[in-house]
Nanobody, 126 residues
Framework: QVQLVESGGGLVQAGGSLRLSCAIS????????VGWFRQAPGKEREFVSG????????NHADSVKGRFTISRDNSKNTVYLQMSSLKPEDTAVYYC???????????????????WGQGTQVTVSS
């Protein structure tokens, strides 16, 4: 049974920073590609950032490039999303997702991920 638990969300002023964590329990953590997605009210879920199973490759949506950084610590079975220079338009529920794949390519589509967390709210005030 694979479980993902996000934490680190909250309320922050524009220009501030937050670090989200995604703790993954289950076998073979080191074989999971992980992605962060977000969904704002009335909008579709969108890709934010992704990292390959070994951390060798990362990718970020254009809207967050240069402000967000994804990383993983396989010794702690955790993936992080460091968010800086936050904007009100970053307000959303953030989800982490995992897929049991060992590819040197970032999975950009939600349907490519099998396992999902419950989400954590990020609210950026202006």
């Amino acid at each position: 049974q694979v479980q993902l638990v996000e934490s680190g969300g909250g309320l922050v002023q524009a220009g501030g920073s937050l670090r989200l964590s995604c703790a993954i329990s289950g076998p073979t953590f080191g074989s999971y590609a992980v992605g962060w997605f977000r969904q704002a009210p009335g909008k579709e879920r969108e890709f934010v950032s992704g990292i390959t199973w070994n951390g060798g490759k990362t990718n970020h949506a254009d809207s967050v490039k240069g402000r967000f950084t994804i990383s993983r610590d396989n010794s702690k079975n955790t993936v992080y999303l460091q968010m800086s220079s936050l904007k009100p338009e970053d307000t959303a529920v953030y989800y982490c997702a995992a897929a049991l794949v060992r590819l040197q390519a970032i999975l950009l589509v939600a349907s490519q991920y099998r396992y999902w967390g419950q989400g954590t709210q990020v609210t950026v005030s202006s």
